[in-house]
């Protein structure tokens, strides 16, 4: 299988502090990834240098086989970033407003909006299951749906990768796994490959192909099967102190500190 992202001893530090050490990993083509790590871990740090906005000082990261370096082919990424869904609830556009702005990307500013473009934006929102609150403005609706809307924005480029910054940050508790089968579809049945960042272990379900736990070293990357038969000790070398997994199977527990 072919790898959508591969890294390659990458090392990252901010001025003296190394807060990314060694990291080695290939993403493969359609998987659902799902990275997690205590606060401060790297995670964020990781998506800024796979989206290029930081330059690793040791190792390289390949992009769909090419060296970020020379990568060009910034539309097949789509990405969601975690202050995303923080609208206020006067800010005057409507969903489908919102989902347009997100081909400008691929048009340009100042393209005619044509009707085939009107197609897309439904089929973007009709991904995320946002379709019934197209003419709604974006201010009015809740943390979990506006994240959905800001999911629809990217995917009306049609991206074959799609990052996300802790995205169930705003989502109620009880719609958490709706939410995560909803990317499950856009994984499976769009052939997206998913790569999200969270802090909580929590909310990974069997929705997730991949786990990578990342605490300045990636002490561990598999298939979500084999991650949950990680012992808690295991767990706690990689999150620093105890931790009890939870899964949907379990109703309680999480992150204990
Ligand atoms: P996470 O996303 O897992 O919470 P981050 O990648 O944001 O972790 O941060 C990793 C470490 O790097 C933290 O100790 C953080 O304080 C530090 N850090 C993050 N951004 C900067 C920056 N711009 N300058 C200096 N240190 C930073």
Redesign the pocket.
């Known amino acids: 299988m072919q790898s959508i992202i591969e890294i390659n001893h990458l090392s990252y530090r901010?001025?003296r502090?190394t807060?990314l050490e060694n990291i080695n990993m290939s993403i493969p083509d359609g998987s659902f990834l799902a990275i997690v790590?205590p606060?401060?871990?790297?995670?964020?740090?990781?998506l800024k240098l796979i989206l290029g906005l930081l330059k690793p000082q040791k190792g390289e990261i390949l992009l769909f086989g090419q060296n970020i370096n020379k990568f060009k082919d910034w539309q097949k990424i789509g990405y969601v970033s975690q202050k995303a869904n923080s609208f206020n609830s006067g800010f005057p556009a409507t969903v489908f407003e919102v989902v347009a702005s997100g081909l400008t990307k691929r048009l340009g500013l100042f393209t005619f909006f044509k009707k085939e473009h009107a197609k897309k934006v439904n089929e973007a929102l009709d991904a995320v299951g946002m379709k019934r609150f197209s003419g709604r403005n974006i201010g009015e609706l809740s943390g979990g749906q506006q994240q959905r809307v800001f999911i629809a924005r990217a995917l009306v480029s049609e991206p074959s990768l799609l990052i996300l910054d802790e995205p169930t940050v705003g989502v109620d508790a009880e719609n958490v796994q709706s939410f995560y089968q909803m990317l499950g579809e856009l994984n499976k049945n769009r052939d997206i490959t998913l790569l999200l960042?969270t802090?909580d272990i929590g909310t990974i379900s069997d929705r997730v192909t991949h786990v990578a736990c990342l605490n300045k070293h990636l002490h561990f990357h598999g298939e979500t099967a084999e991650f949950e038969q990680l012992n808690a000790d295991g767990l706690s070398k990689v999150y620093g102190h105890d931790v009890h997994l939870l899964t949907h199977h379990h109703e309680h527990g999480g992150v204990s500190k």
């Open positions: 901010y001025e502090d807060v790590g606060n401060g871990s790297g995670k964020s740090t990781l960042v802090h």
